[in-house]
């Protein structure tokens, strides 16, 4: 089992950036895809970005391509979101997860962290 710890949210200015570290214990993460998703105040939870075992492959959601970065380090045992050009619309708790199936919906996905807030203002 794997668990995850999410940090590094906070308050920044439209235009900003904000990098998200997860941080993962136990002896499966360097073996594990993982991924990225959002939830904002009265809305689903939708996937953000994946990354598989390596990092070698990444894939993004429309709404944040070009503008963040997935990545991770194996030796650390952590994943990380480099989140850029911010808008107020990415205003959201961020979550990471243990990819389970394959897919982008919340339940293809498990081992979930508590979460981090991240605000955008106008």
């Known amino acids: 089992q794997v668990r995850l710890v999410e940090s590094g949210g906070g308050l920044v200015q439209a235009g900003g950036s904000l990098r998200l570290s997860c941080a993962a214990s136990?002896?499966?993460?360097?073996?594990?895809?993982m991924g990225w998703f959002r939830q904002a105040p009265r809305k689903e939870r939708e996937f953000v970005a994946d990354?598989?075992?390596?990092?070698?492959?990444?894939s993004y959601a429309n709404s944040v391509k070009g503008r963040f970065t997935i990545s991770r380090v194996n030796a650390l045992n952590t994943m990380y979101l480099q989140m850029n050009s911010l808008k107020p619309e990415d205003t959201a708790v961020y979550y990471c997860?243990?990819?389970?199936?394959?897919?982008?919906?919340?339940?293809?996905?498990?081992?979930w962290g508590q979460g981090t807030q991240v605000t955008v203002s106008s």
């Open positions: 997860a243990k990819r389970i199936y394959w897919g982008t919906e919340p339940s293809d996905f498990g081992s």
């Open positions: 990354i598989n075992w390596n990092g070698s492959n990444t």
């Open positions: 136990g002896r499966t993460f360097s073996s594990s895809a």
